[in-house]
C-alpha cells in the first residue's frame, strides 16, 4: 500500500511516498532555513507564504521521484497538529483538495507520533510497545507507545522545549538559527565541565523536564564574561556549549534513568530533531546499554522534520481506520 505524506508544520515543506509504512520509495524536504535565518527564528507568516509557494513543487518531485502517479497512490497522510497554525493549513487544506479531487482516503497524523514512525523506516524489527523519548524543537517528552496509535504521555516540559533551549543559546552565542547542529559541533571541542550549569527538577514530577532555568543561566554567564572583558572567541563558545549540552544531556539521561530502574529493561526509541545530537545519542547509548533495554535510533537524515515519517506513522493510522473527512482541520496544540 503506498501512502502519499505531506508535512508542513513549521519551516519545512515536505512530500514523501512510502509503501507499507516501511518502505520510503521518496522524500522531498524543501526547508526554508535560509528564509528565516536573517530573522534568529520561524517567522509565522512567511512560513506560511512559502510553504503555499513550494507545496506543489514538492509533491510533483516526491510522485516523480517514486516513478508514479496519484492513480498509484492509495491515502493521502497530512500532518494536522502541532505546529504554527497557518502553516499547518497550508498542508491540511492542500491534502483535502487533493484527497477530494482524486478522492483517495485523507488520514490526519500527529507531527510528534511521525517524529516517532521515522523509527519504522529503518528498523524493520521495531514494533511497539516501546518508550519514546521525544526531543524535537518544540517537544521533550517520554511516551508509552502501546500499540502503532495507542500513545500514552508519561511526561513533558514544563517550560522550554530542549531544541528551543539549543538554539536560544546557540543565538547568545551568535551563531545562525538553527543553532542545534553548530552547538553540537562545539560542544565537541568545549570543556563540558569549564561552568557548572544545571537543568532543574520538577517537585513532585520526577518526569518531568524543565529547560527554561537553564536557558536562563547560560544567557546570564554569557552576558556577565561578555561584560567582564572575556571575548566572544571560539574557546569560549566550545566551552559554553559543552557545558550547556552535557547539562541538559544529563537532564534527560537522569529521566530515563529513573524510568528504566523503575520499569526495567524494554525497547526504547529516540525521536525528534534533537535525536541527531551527537552526544545526546552517546548518553543514551550508555544508559540503554546500563539497563540491556534495546535502543533504536534514527539516522541523522529522518531526525529532523520530513513527510517520510508522516507516510509511515500515516499507513498504521489508515490500518486503524483513522480518516480526515471535508471538515479535516489544523491545531497548533494537541495531545499526542
Ligand atoms: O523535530 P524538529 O525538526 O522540530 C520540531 O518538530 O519541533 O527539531 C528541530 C530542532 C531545532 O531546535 C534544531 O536546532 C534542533 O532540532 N537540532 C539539534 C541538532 N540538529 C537539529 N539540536 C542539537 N543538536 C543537533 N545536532
Ligand atoms: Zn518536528
Known amino acids: 500500500m503506498k501512502i502519499l505524506g505531506i508535512e508542513s508544520s513549521c519551516d519545512e515543506t515536505a512530500a514523501a511516498v512510502v509503501e507499507d509504512g516501511r518502505q520510503v520509495l521518496s522524500s522531498v524536504v524543501a526547508s526554508q532555513i535560509d528564509i528565516h535565518a536573517v530573522y534568529g527564528g520561524v517567522v509565522p507568516e512567511i512560513a506560511s507564504r512559502a510553504h503555499t509557494e513550494a507545496i506543489c513543487g514538492v509533491v510533483e518531485s516526491a510522485l516523480t521521484q517514486a516513478n508514479c502517479t496519484m492513480e498509484d497512490i492509495d491515502a493521502i497522510a497530512v500532518t494536522n497538529a502541532p505546529g504554527l497554525i497557518g502553516a499547518l493549513l497550508t498542508g491540511v487544506s492542500f491534502a483535502k483538495g487533493l484527497a477530494f479531487t482524486t478522492k483517495k482516503p485523507l488520514v490526519p497524523v500527529h507531527h510528534i507520533r511521525g517524529h516517532i514512525a521515522a523509527n519504522y523506516l529503518v528498523h524493520p524489527d521495531l514494533k511497539p510497545p516501546f518508550i519514546a523519548l521525544v526531543v524535537s524543537g518544540g517537544h521533550t517528552s517520554l511516551m508509552r507507545v502501546e500499540d502503532y496509535t495507542d500513545h500514552k504521555l508519561i511526561s513533558s516540559t514544563r517550560d522550554d522545549a530542549a531544541g528551543e533551549a539549543f538554539d ?71 566551552d559554553i556549549a559543552a557545558s550547556f549540552t552535557n547539562a541538559l544531556v544529563k537532564a534527560i539521561t537522569a529521566r530515563l534513568d529513573l524510568l528504566l530502574s523503575e ?40 531526525c529532523g522534520d520530513n513527510a517520510a515519517m508522516i507516510a509511515a506513522q500515516g499507513y498504521y493510522e489508515f490500518l486503524a481506520g483513522v480518516r480526515g473527512g471535508t471538515d479535516l482541520n489544523g491545531y497548533a496544540t494537541k495531545h499526542c
Open 168 to 238: 536560544k543559546c546557540a543565538r547568545v552565542l551568535g551563531l545562525p538559527y538553527p543553532g542545534g547542529a553548530a552547538m553540537d559541533k562545539l560542544a565537541a571541542i568545549g570543556d563540558k565541565n569549564k561552568y557548572k550549569l544545571n537543568a532543574g527538577n520538577v517537585d513532585g514530577a520526577p518526569y518531568d523536564f524543565t529547560f527554561s532555568g537553564l536557558k536562563t543561566s547560560v544567557i546570564n554567564l554569557v552576558h556577565t564574561e561578555l561584560q567582564r572583558g572575556r571575548i566572544m572567541d571560539e574557546e569560549f563558545k566550545a
Open 263 to 302: 520499569n526495567g529493561g524494554c525497547d526504547i526509541v529516540l525521536a525528534g530533531g534533537v535525536a541527531a545530537n551527537s552526544h545526546l545519542r552517546e548518553a543514551v547509548k550508555a544508559t540503554a546499554e546500563k539497563f540491556g533495554a534495546n535502543l533504536y535510533l534514527p539516522p541523522l537524515k529522518l
